[in-house]
C-alpha cells in the first residue's frame, strides 16, 4: 500500500510539473495573428530559402501556397538536392509563373557536407535579402506570415525567429504521438527561456526559421552547420552564441503542415 502510494505521489507530481511547464512556455511563447499590410517602399527584402529532395508528392501545392502572398519584397529560391523525382520539375514549373522565384538545382554534393545543409548554403549564395528564411518544402505559408514575422522581430530586435507551424493529419495515431512529443521538446529545449538572454536554452524550427544575414554571417554562415543534421536548432545555437536574440513564437494561423 506504501509503496502504491508512493507511485501515486510521484506520478502525480510529474504531472504537475508538465502542467506547470505547459503553461509557462504558452506565456512566453506568443501565438502572432497575420497583419496583412500594404507593402511599403523601405520594407526589406527578404529572401525565402526553400530545399527540397524528392518532395513531388506534397511540393506543388506548398510551394503555391507561399507564391499566394503579394509581397514585392520577397525573393524565393527554390533548391532542388539532387532529387530522382519530378521535383526539380514541378519547381521550374511554378517558377516560370513567378518572377520572384529562382531555381536551383544540386546535382553533387561535397564531401563533410548533409544534403539539406549544402543546399540551403547554395541558396544562401543566391540570396539578395537583408533577411533569410529557411523553411522546408512541405510547408504551406499564408500570405502576410512573412511579413508579420519580420515586422515583429525588428519590432523585438531579434536576429533570429523560429515559428512552429501546425501539423495537420488524418492520422489518429500520429496525433495521439504529437502531445506527448511536445511536452518532450517542450522540456529538453526549455522552450519557456529560449527569449532570454544569457540563457543556453536554444531552439529553431525547420518549416520557418527566419534570421537576419548579418548575424548569420557573424556566425559563421550554414558553414558552420555542414555537418549538423538537427540543423533548425543548430541555427539557433549559433545565432544566441554569436550575440544575437532569439525567439520561438507559434505561427498557427499561418504555417501549417499538410
Given at each position: ?233 543548430g541555427l539557433g545555437a ?5 550575440g544575437g536574440d532569439s ?12
Amino acid at each position: 500500500m506504501v509503496f502504491a502510494s508512493i507511485l501515486v505521489a510521484i506520478g502525480l507530481m510529474y504531472w504537475i510539473v508538465q502542467l506547470a511547464l505547459m503553461v509557462r512556455t504558452m506565456q512566453v511563447v506568443p501565438r502572432i495573428p497575420i497583419a496583412r499590410r500594404a507593402s511599403k517602399a523601405d520594407d526589406p527584402l527578404v529572401s525565402v530559402i526553400v530545399p527540397a529532395r524528392d518532395e513531388e508528392r506534397d511540393l506543388e501545392a506548398a510551394l503555391r501556397s507561399r507564391l499566394t502572398d503579394p509581397d514585392p519584397n520577397l525573393q524565393f529560391i527554390f533548391v532542388d538536392d539532387r532529387s530522382a523525382d519530378a521535383t526539380p520539375a514541378i519547381q521550374s514549373a511554378i517558377a516560370a509563373s513567378d518572377a520572384r522565384v529562382d531555381v536551383l538545382q544540386v546535382t553533387e554534393l561535397p564531401a563533410d557536407w548533409l544534403g539539406k545543409v549544402h543546399a540551403m548554403k547554395e541558396g544562401l549564395v543566391r540570396a539578395r535579402g537583408e533577411w533569410i528564411l529557411l523553411s522546408d518544402a512541405d510547408v504551406h505559408v499564408a500570405p502576410g506570415m512573412v511579413r508579420t514575422a519580420v515586422d515583429f522581430a525588428e519590432k523585438r530586435g531579434l536576429s533570429h525567429l523560429a515559428a512552429i507551424p501546425s501539423i495537420q493529419t488524418p492520422s489518429l495515431g500520429l496525433r495521439l504521438c504529437l502531445s506527448p512529443m511536445l511536452r518532450l521538446l517542450i522540456i529538453a529545449v526549455r522552450l519557456w527561456s529560449v527569449h532570454v538572454r544569457g540563457s543556453t536554452a536554444v531552439m529553431g524550427v525547420g518549416a520557418f526559421n527566419l534570421v537576419r544575414r548579418d548575424m548569420l554571417e557573424s556566425a559563421g554562415g550554414l558553414e558552420a552547420l555542414r555537418m549538423e543534421v538537427i540543423d533548425d536548432i543548430g541555427l539557433g545555437a549559433i545565432i544566441k552564441s554569436a550575440g544575437g536574440d532569439s525567439m520561438v513564437i507559434a505561427g498557427c494561423d499561418g504555417l501549417r503542415i499538410a
